[in-house]
């Protein structure tokens, strides 16, 4: 950020580095693109064919552990087709397996212990927000070491703008659901 020999950045990250990365390059006289805290949505209507929408939502949501930029994690859905939809879902994540590769897996374990804990941290402060925890990702059967970092897929429903989970960019196996009542009111959120 300070090297004269550097003359540009980028940068993704979460929100709070992004901001120093700005600062601290900028104030150096560097070009720089600083993105933080990506929420990633998929905007589910009622007509949409649900079958094809939970295979998606969980290769979206939960390929590369869910630490990828263009992973989905808040799936915004236009009533009625909340419930059935989490129900499509669930049934696809009963049939993840969770594990290193050497034996086939579907996901494999988070980066660090430190960023398992992390997202495992998100998965707690749902709860207490409120949210409804449909599939609890905590406590994954797993195929692979026990010192791994594991942390099996995870589905919110009646998650709220206000809650962290929906707020923050957790950047791991974290899907949530929002209800909403017209393809405006998601559009207005997503915006």
Known sequence: LKHSDVQAISFVGSTPIAQYVYETGT???KRVQALGGAKNHMLVLPDADLDLVADSAINAGFGSAGER?????ALVAVEPVADALI???SERMSMLKTGDGAQGSDMGPLVTAVHRDK????VDAGVR?????????RNPQVNGAAEGFWLGPTLFDNVTPTMSIYSDEIFGPVLSVIRVKSYEEG?????
Do not use: P, Q, R, W
Not at 69 to 73: E, F, G, R, V
Not at 187 to 191: E, F, G, P, S, V
């Open 27 to 29: 104030a150096h006289g």
């Open 69 to 73: 930029c263009m992973a989905i994690s």
């Open 87 to 89: 129900a499509k879902i």
């Open 119 to 122: 997202v495992a941290s998100y």
């Open 129 to 137: 927000e409120g949210a409804k925890l449909v599939v609890d990702g």
């Open 187 to 191: 559009l207005a959120l997503i915006n």
